[in-house]
T-cell receptor
Framework: DTGVSQDPRHKITKRGQNVTFRCDPI?????LYWYRQTLGQGPEFLTY????????KSRLLSDRFSAERPKGSFSTLEIQRTEQGDSAMYLC????????????FGPGTRLTVL | KQEVTQIPAALSVPEGENLVLNCSFT??????LQWFRQDPGKGLTSLLL?????REQTSGRLNASLDKSSGRSTLYIAASQPGDSATYLC??????????FGQGTRLTINP
């Protein structure tokens, strides 16, 4: 049983560039979540999918952010025109409704915007 | 708006001690509560999940309690070991959509 995987693990980019992150959830999990964590803080919710439908987006998710989950499998999070304030750890989690919605997290993608 | 607070922010204890980490939340309408461990620069490892109808859960040396009416949860770690050093995060589940996290307690166990 493989866990949640994320790619890349680290990304360094220049301000203004676009970046895309990928998350592969645990295979049978139908719910997928994205969170952002800055240094010394707890993770903050960004968005949530049930199967391929994006059901909620946080106000933290500005127009520069977009997330997709085609076919209800893996998900991508794209940030356009990156800003230094986007530097953070981006965490993906998945869950299955029948197991009490326990969320399992991936290792995260550390983004540094120069 | 749900707010989750963890006290203390940091804790340092000698090896072998039993310890308690505290978590409080402002809105008792929660679906569940999870405790996580996070090592520096890493993702989150789920330790314990307590459903809103439960009072406690145990796994090995860990015991978590939940009192919804008072908006509190505690994580009890017995016989602490240096390998327990990490940041411990409490998160409350709001429906199916999301977890709301505290800022964490950074725990150091001294050999």
């Amino acid at each position: 049983d493989t866990g949640v995987s994320q790619d890349p693990r680290h990304k360094i980019t220049k301000r203004g560039q676009n970046v895309t992150f990928r998350c592969d959830p645990i295979s049978e999990h139908n719910r997928l979540y994205w969170y952002r964590q800055t240094l010394g803080q707890g993770p903050e919710f960004l968005t949530y999918f049930q199967n391929e439908a994006q059901l909620e987006k946080s106000r933290l998710l500005s127009d520069r952010f977009s997330a997709e989950r085609p076919k209800g499998s893996f998900s991508t999070l794209e940030i356009q025109r990156t800003e230094q304030g986007d530097s953070a750890m981006y965490l993906c989690a998945s869950s299955l409704a029948s197991t009490g919605r326990e969320q399992f997290f991936g290792p995260g993608t550390r983004l540094t915007v120069l | 708006k749900q707010e989750v607070t963890q006290i203390p922010a940091a804790l340092s204890v000698p090896e072998g001690e039993n310890l308690v980490l505290n978590c409080s939340f402002t809105d008792s309408a929660i679906y569940n509560l999870q405790w996580f461990r996070q090592d520096p620069g890493k993702g989150l490892t789920s330790l314990l999940l307590i459903q809103s109808s439960q009072r406690e859960q145990t796994s090995g040396r860990l015991n978590a309690s939940l009192d919804k009416s008072s908006g509190r949860s505690t994580l009890y770690i017995a016989a602490s070991q240096p390998g327990d050093s990490a940041t411990y995060l409490c998160a409350v589940g709001q429906g199916a959509q999301k977890l709301v996290f505290g800022q964490g307690t950074r725990l150091t166990i001294n050999p």
